[in-house]
């Protein structure tokens, strides 16, 4: 599975950004996709995941604010972000699972900062 990430930026405090994940390959096989995060000096976080079926689950520091959806038709996972803090900023993943054989396949990784 190949991804690639898009739609980062800058934006101020309160705005929205909406980030692309085309994927490609043996896309039928994923189970679960996600977006993760990693800002300067800390470790990789989840943000939110989404499976094959669409269940949907997110980290509590976003919860309520970004929505995380796919496009089976366009092969296509969406992170819909809205009322971004400065703590959001930070470079941001998309990631395919798959379960059997497991298969793990990131992104590049598209940066998003929010200005105070």
């Known amino acids: 599975v190949q991804l690639q990430a898009s739609g980062g930026g800058l934006v101020q405090a309160g705005g929205s950004l909406r980030l692309s994940c085309v994927a490609s390959g043996s896309i039928f096989s994923i189970n679960v996709m996600g977006w993760y995060r990693q800002a300067p000096g800390k470790q990789r976080e989840v943000v939110a995941t989404?499976?094959?079926?669409?269940?949907?689950n997110y980290a509590d520091s976003v919860k309520g604010r970004f929505t995380i959806s796919r496009d089976n038709a366009k092969n296509t996972m969406y992170l819909q972000m809205n009322s971004l803090k400065p703590e959001d900023t930070a470079v941001y993943y998309c990631n395919a699972l798959v379960l059997s054989p497991v298969t793990n396949s990131w992104g590049q990784g598209t940066q998003v900062t929010v200005s105070s």
């Open positions: 989404i499976t094959s079926s669409g269940s949907t």
